[in-house]
């Protein structure tokens, strides 16, 4: 890059990021607040200047989100059943037979040859109701773990160096020129 202030041997350092599109991308170092560009301008032989490059790591966050819920509760649902139920009576059965005398229940009085039914006994059905269990439910909240791999772009800035008028020198030239 050149620029017009620059007197001729002065040097111009600068870190470009690659994109248009980085520079407004957030975490970017255009964000954090850091100017790249240095001019190094009053140089001595033995003096040196620094540029720091930052680039950008992940910092995971695990974000516990609620993605539904269960209403658990017992109702009571109600049926008619028919129950078979055998129910008795108990009869005394009076048979008056000729010649026997006079047979009075009462104040009536009973007729030879006729029989007679006295009722003793009866059966009534009285239904109780017995609780027993018929199922047991049981409910464990468990968790279940996974890995996953999560894909982020990170920006990290480079230093790049043009050099139109050919003033950087390659290090490893000059060493193998020495040797």
Same mark, same amino acid.
């Given at each position: 890059?050149?620029?017009?202030?620059?007197?001729?041997?002065?040097?111009?350092?600068?870190?470009?990021?690659?994109?248009?599109?980085?520079?407004?991308?957030?975490?970017?170092?255009?964000?954090?607040?850091?100017?790249?560009?240095?001019?190094?301008?009053?140089?001595?032989?033995?003096?040196?200047?620094?540029?720091?490059?930052?680039?950008?790591?992940?910092?995971?966050?695990?974000?516990?989100?609620?993605?539904?819920? #269960?209403?658990?509760?017992? #109702?009571?649902?109600?049926?008619?059943?028919?129950?078979?139920?055998?129910?008795?009576?108990?009869?005394?059965?009076?048979?008056?037979?000729?010649?026997? $005398?006079?047979?009075?229940? $009462?104040?009536?009085?009973?007729?030879?040859?006729?029989?007679?039914?006295?009722?003793?006994?009866?059966?009534?059905?009285?239904?109780?109701?017995?609780?027993?269990?018929?199922?047991?439910?049981?409910?464990?909240?468990?968790? #279940?773990?996974?890995?996953?791999?999560?894909?982020?772009?990170?920006?990290?800035?480079?230093?790049?160096?043009?050099?139109?008028?050919?003033?950087?020198?390659?290090?490893?030239?000059?060493?193998?020129?020495?040797?």
């Amino acid at each position: 890059m050149t620029d017009d202030r620059l007197n001729p041997g002065e040097r111009h350092l600068e870190a470009t990021e690659t994109t248009e599109q980085s520079r407004d991308l957030p975490g970017t170092t255009a964000e954090m607040g850091h100017d790249l560009r240095t001019e190094s301008t009053g140089l001595l032989a033995g003096q040196t200047d620094r540029l720091v490059l930052y680039e950008e790591r992940a910092n995971v966050e695990v974000i516990r989100e609620s993605v539904g819920a #269960v209403t658990v509760r017992k #109702v009571v649902r109600e049926r008619e059943e028919m129950v078979p139920v055998t129910l008795r009576t108990e009869c005394l059965e009076i048979v008056v037979r000729e010649g026997a $005398g006079c047979v009075r229940m $009462g104040d009536q009085e009973l007729q030879p040859g006729q029989s007679y039914e006295v009722e003793l006994t009866t059966e009534r059905a009285s239904i109780q109701k017995e609780i027993v269990p018929i199922s047991e439910v049981s409910f464990e909240k468990r968790a #279940v773990q996974q890995d996953v791999q999560e894909t982020v772009t990170l920006h990290r800035e480079v230093l790049d160096i043009e050099d139109p008028q050919g003033l950087v020198a390659n290090r490893t030239d000059l060493l193998d020129d020495l040797r």
